[in-house]
């Protein structure tokens, strides 16, 4: 069954520094997607990086970057001179391949809270 | 990127009321779903669509129903709340031929 893990509950950065959240995944897919969502203490949800599984190289969004090592199964979220703003629960989440019929469900991990100290 | 609307954001109801949690989309998505969050945990898919008059149940059992009669609109509904559905539910769409889910802000109810 498909599996998302992320070990980390909280994670502290200072301002202008870099952060990587930390994601493992299983599945037995060939085909998948690895999304990064963040969410503010006001509880919506916003999207941030989309890696796929064929992707040959990283997925970036400006200060976003994901680190994706398919042999290690691992998808980890690098971001860049940390702002305040950023200050948030970062969730790894994985859309279901072809082999489940395509549905594109995406299932998450517990997520890691971050906090950017100034 | 898309634009997708909840209403309520908040909800206070006592136990035994009914209840529709409302979702809209205006970019014509066939995809849509319903998420249940509790509190500093992760997101537990409740209910999707493929579109018009297709629902499933997902992967989390829930007591909530809903319906898709317009490819705009996928509503939530509890015929009975109960305080176990305390939580927030978060709406949410996808494009044609795309992966990413768009998500609306959420509805946080509070069940007394």
């Known amino acids: 069954a498909q599996k998302i893990t992320q070990t980390q509950p909280g994670m502290f950065v200072q301002e202008k520094e870099a952060v990587t959240l930390d994601c493992t995944y299983d599945?037995?897919?060939?085909?998948?997607?690895l999304f990064w969502y963040k969410q503010p203490s006001s509880g919506e949800m916003i999207f941030l990086i989309y890696?796929?599984?064929?992707?040959?190289q990283n997925a970036t969004e400006g200060r976003y970057s994901l680190n994706f090592q398919k042999a290690r199964k691992s998808a980890n979220l690098v971001i860049s001179a940390s702002q305040l703003g950023d200050s948030a629960m970062y969730f790894c989440?994985?859309?279901?391949?072809?082999?489940?019929?395509?549905?594109?469900?995406?299932?998450f991990g517990t997520g890691t809270l971050l906090a950017v100290q100034p | 990127e898309a634009d997708i609307y909840q209403t309520p954001r908040y909800l206070v109801i006592g136990t035994g009321k009914k209840i529709t949690l409302e979702c809209s989309q205006t970019?014509?998505?066939?995809?849509m779903y319903w998420y249940q969050q509790d509190p500093g945990m992760e997101l537990h898919l409740i209910h999707y669509?493929?579109?018009?008059?297709?629902?499933e149940k997902g992967d989390l059992s829930s007591e909530s129903t809903v319906s898709r009669i317009r490819t705009e609109h996928f509503p939530l509904t509890l015929e009975s709340a109960r305080p176990s559905h305390t939580s927030q539910y978060l709406c949410?769409?996808?494009?044609?031929?795309?992966?990413?889910?768009?998500f609306g802000p959420g509805t946080r109810l509070t069940v007394t």
């Open positions: 949410a769409s996808t494009p044609t031929r795309s992966y990413e889910q768009y």
């Open positions: 599945t037995s897919d060939q085909s998948y997607g």
């Open positions: 890696q796929g599984s064929y992707d040959e």
């Open positions: 989440a994985m859309r279901e391949g072809r082999s489940s019929g395509a549905t594109n469900k995406l299932i």
């Open positions: 970019m014509g998505h066939d995809k």
């Open positions: 669509s493929y579109g018009v008059n297709s629902t």
